[in-house]
């Protein structure tokens, strides 16, 4: 399994960092799906590091890990269906972005990044942050002005340059593209797939804990990274002739920024002309997600997306807290999502909780 050009094939070089092809711009990924074997997990690792010969590094890429991975599993009854969540707020930063990041800083020491610049709406660039502190890179993280102040906080708190970009979030992006111009490495959890292999450990962990796969998977979706890592690692899993079929996925997005569900419901023709609004769940809110091409490829049959309405976020909000699970509004789509369609859902249901409620503070 190699990483190229989803384009023009090019191979990902094995030295520097680019964020995309430099022969023609497309994006790079795997060319081969993740390859999960259970003889070949390494028990006495850490976290989600027992899985390391998934993730496809160098040899000596060093072991980053700040206590990822290994995130409680909680099992609810909802109206007689047997849910679980998967609490990813409990990851070191306070959301799942640190599975991906942790694989990422891995490459980045491998590839002797020392600097390096990220663009985020606050979890991506707290974990940026808070792994770039742990191996000395140098860290500077563009954000849209409208984002969490704890998650600003934490950023700075690391010691990473935070840069407050006025406008949407499309602004942040193009800001820290000026960086890059300028010879700063990229370390883009949106573009580099590096990520991806860490999201999948979400997959391995549920088999591990349930000896299976569950019915359906709801989980919150932004440029599609999460989304795209769990499909990844579940089918994984189905080659390997550990599990017999695939989940049903639900992607949920928040209405008024819902890139994917119009792609999913309406083709790809109509998110050019999408009209998009801001939302209190502002760690989805992606005008141009980088995976959307690869989640129209790779949804399994029967899988759909969601879009949740602006009135419905911070009563799931609410709703999930009476259950004693406290997250932020991008997590709590996945609650209101499953409420509108319980009975359609195959059990057991398993919701991702991405981040936690720590990380959001009502305006």
């Known amino acids: 399994m190699q990483i ?6 090019c191979s990902y070089p094995e030295t520097g960092l680019p964020y995309v092809c430099p022969q023609c711009g497309g994006l790079f990924d795997f060319d081969g799906p993740l390859e999960f074997h259970l003889e070949k997990v390494e028990v006495e690792q850490p976290g989600m590091w027992r899985y390391r010969h998934a993730f496809a590094l160098f040899d000596d890429a060093p072991l ?10 909680v099992w609810l009854d909802v109206e007689g269906k047997q849910v679980g969540v998967k609490v990813e707020g409990q990851n070191p930063s306070g959301s799942f972005k640190d599975r991906g990041v942790a694989v990422t800083t891995s490459q980045l020491v ?39 102040g704890p998650k600003t906080g934490q950023i700075e708190a690391y010691g990473a340059e935070l840069v407050r970009v006025p406008g949407p979030r499309s602004a942040a992006a193009d800001a820290v593209l000026a960086e890059v111009r300028r010879g700063k490495a990229y370390a883009s959890h ?9 999201y999948a450990t979400i997959a391995y962990e549920l088999y591990e804990a349930m000896g ?39 992607g949920v997005q928040a209405a008024n ?26 760690g989805v809110a992606v005008r141009y997600p980088r995976q959307l091409p690869a989640l129209m490829r790779e949804m399994p049959v029967g899988s759909r997306m969601a879009a949740v309405q602006e009135e419905d976020i911070l009563p799931a909000v609410q709703a999930l807290a009476h259950q004693g699970l406290y997250v932020e509004p991008s997590s709590a789509l996945v609650w209101a999502a499953m409420m509108e369609c319980l009975e359609d859902l195959l059990e057991p249901v398993m919701l991702i909780l991405s981040g936690s409620g720590l990380k959001y503070t009502k305006k």
Request: with cysteine.
């Open 212 to 250: 299976d796969a569950p019915g359906t998977i709801v989980a919150p979706v932004g440029h599609g990274g999460l989304l795209l890592g769990l499909i990844r690692g579940f089918r994984a899993l189905q080659t390997g002739g550990y599990i017999a079929k695939m989940p049903l996925f639900l």
């Open 257 to 282: 920024c819902a890139p994917i569900w119009t792609a999913f419901e309406d083709g790809l023709a109509a998110v050019e002309t999408l009209v998009t609004e801001g939302t209190v769940a502002g």
């Open 4 to 9: 190229r050009c989803t384009d023009c094939s």
């Open 64 to 73: 980053v890990y700040l206590g990822e991975g290994n995130t409680p599993l």
């Open 190 to 198: 949106a573009c580099l797939p590096f990520g991806l292999a860490g």
């Open 110 to 148: 491998a590839r002797g990044i020392t600097q390096a610049v990220e663009d985020s709406s606050g979890n991506a660039g707290a974990a940026f942050a808070a792994y770039a502190a742990k191996v000395g890179i140098g860290a500077k993280v563009f954000v849209p002005e409208y984002a969490s």
